[in-house]
């Protein structure tokens, strides 16, 4: 008997994520696309991208329904950012920190005033004896 054996078209254990795509991009590619005029250009334009044309018809749709230009001002994600955030918290703890220090500062001249002072009444004091 013969051993047959087979083989995997992907062998590789990766696993695909589908593309995502943003709006500016879909938009893009939709205005070249029908700008083409040249036969064979709409097609050289899907190879150039790794495109289907089936995904070009679900963005034309989408573009009719308005979907796409509804999210194009909309940036996809968390609102703020982190980084902003944690500029913004640091600043507020900074200011904490300098009116603090502000307030260190006043105690120690008051205190070094008190010392010399009470230095100078110790002075006086001891040379009225």
Do not use: C
Request: glycine fraction near 6%.
């Amino acid at each position: 008997m013969d051993k047959v054996t087979t083989t995997r078209a992907h062998a590789s254990s990766e696993v695909s994520v589908p593309r995502r795509f943003s709006t500016k991009y879909k938009l893009a590619i939709l205005a070249e696309i029908e700008a083409a005029n040249e036969k064979g250009e709409v097609g050289q334009i899907l190879r150039r991208e790794g495109l289907y044309s089936s995904l070009i018809s679900e963005w034309r749709k989408q573009r009719e329904r308005g979907a796409l230009e509804a999210m194009s001002g909309k940036q996809r994600g968390p609102t703020k950012d982190k980084l902003a955030a944690e500029n913004k918290r640091l600043r507020e703890r900074l200011a904490q920190l300098e009116e603090r220090l502000g307030t260190v500062e006043e105690l120690i001249d008051a205190q070094g005033n008190a010392f010399a002072l009470l230095q100078e009444m110790s002075r006086k004091s001891d040379g009225a004896k």
